[in-house]
């Protein structure tokens, strides 16, 4: 009896370099730019399964692709074209069959060789992974223990840190494995000044006497999208909200806080540095934060009372 040839992977299509192909083909040259001198720009994009819709809708998509051009003047690379994302995100979802909660990832590489001088020739890469919670909510609400890292986030004379390049991330990583090493789940770092900062990929907000505190961007943080949406969302549903200085202190002394971005969505957080955070477990603004977001991105309208219960989201965790 002869054994049936085992299924063919399906295509994961991917645009990339002006056309479609299977992600797996999609690569930069090793003597690339990009690799050489990490010149790469890139976005991370949700798209969610609504109500009543068929398909996934992206999320604050006109936002990322400004993001992105900002990224690309404050680097140097010249645009590819990024005024077709909305047609090309759209195609990426159709293409692959999207019909669950997606995380979009959106690069300009320098593709060419050259040294470091060299004019740019940019590649544009649109790439989807189906993605649902993190563990933070997937699991019911779990909180962050987050350590207040030794590392700094580079500071704005060093490189400009709302250019969302791969370079970026290189200190952060050693900060969160360090975070990891300690026992910690994840780690906020510090300025030049010594002031709190962000996490590795994500805003942070403290909260304390129901007003939410987050690092004013000329601290040196990326210009957040989701750290946008909590501010617009908290004027929207009347809780006090200030961009500002943050200390070690302040965090040590939080009722409640969280982490935002594209990728996390919104993560409580327990404690800094072994700190607990006072209101730890009900966390009722982090909840009521948590549960506006989700309501924005099914497609929901949001409940006028800001601190209702936050229900459990049950859909597939992805770390
Ligand atoms: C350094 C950094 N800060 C914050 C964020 C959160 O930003 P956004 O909400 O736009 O995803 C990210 C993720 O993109 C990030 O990489």
Avoid at 44 to 49: A, E
Avoid at 193 to 218: I, Y
């Amino acid at each position: 009896m002869t054994a049936s040839p085992p299924a063919a992977s399906p295509v994961t299509w991917a645009y990339h370099d002006g056309g479609w192909t299977d992600v797996a083909a999609a690569s930069v040259p090793v003597g690339s730019l990009a690799m050489r001198y990490a010149l790469s720009v890139f976005e991370g994009v949700r798209m969610y399964r609504q109500h009543g819709a068929g398909g996934v809708v992206p999320f604050l998509l006109d936002a990322h692709v400004r993001r992105l051009g900002d990224s690309l003047t404050l680097t140097r690379i010249p645009d590819p074209g990024i005024a077709r994302l909305p047609s090309l995100v759209g195609e990426l979802a159709r293409r692959n069959g999207f019909d669950d909660d997606v995380y979009v990832r959106v690069a300009v590489s320098a593709h060419n060789q050259g040294t470091m001088g060299a004019d740019v020739v940019p590649v544009l890469t649109v790439t989807g992974t189906p993605m649902g919670r993190k563990r933070w909510l997937a699991g019911g609400f779990t909180g962050m223990r987050l350590q207040i890292s030794g590392w700094q986030r580079g500071g704005p004379n060093t490189f400009p840190p709302a250019a969302k390049n791969i370079s970026n991330y290189a200190g952060p990583r050693l900060a969160l494995l360090a975070a990891k090493d300690g026992g910690y789940d994840n780690c906020v770092l510090l300025n030049e000044h010594g002031r709190l900062c962000e996490a590795p990929t994500a805003a942070l907000f403290v909260v304390r006497d129901g007003e939410l505190h987050t690092p004013a961007l000329s601290e040196g943080v990326l210009p957040g999208i989701t750290r946008q949406w909590v501010l617009d969302t908290a004027r929207r549903v009347g809780v006090p909200a200030r961009e500002g200085l943050l200390s070690r202190g302040d965090a040590y002394l939080a009722d409640e806080a969280f982490l935002c971005g594209t990728g996390l969505e919104i993560a409580p957080v327990r404690s800094f540095d072994d700190h607990p955070c006072r209101h730890w477990p009900d966390a009722p603004v982090t909840r009521a934060f948590t549960k506006h977001f989700f309501d924005q991105v099914r497609g929901l309208d949001s409940p006028a009372d800001p601190l209702e219960d936050v229900p459990h989201e049950a859909s597939g965790a992805a770390q």
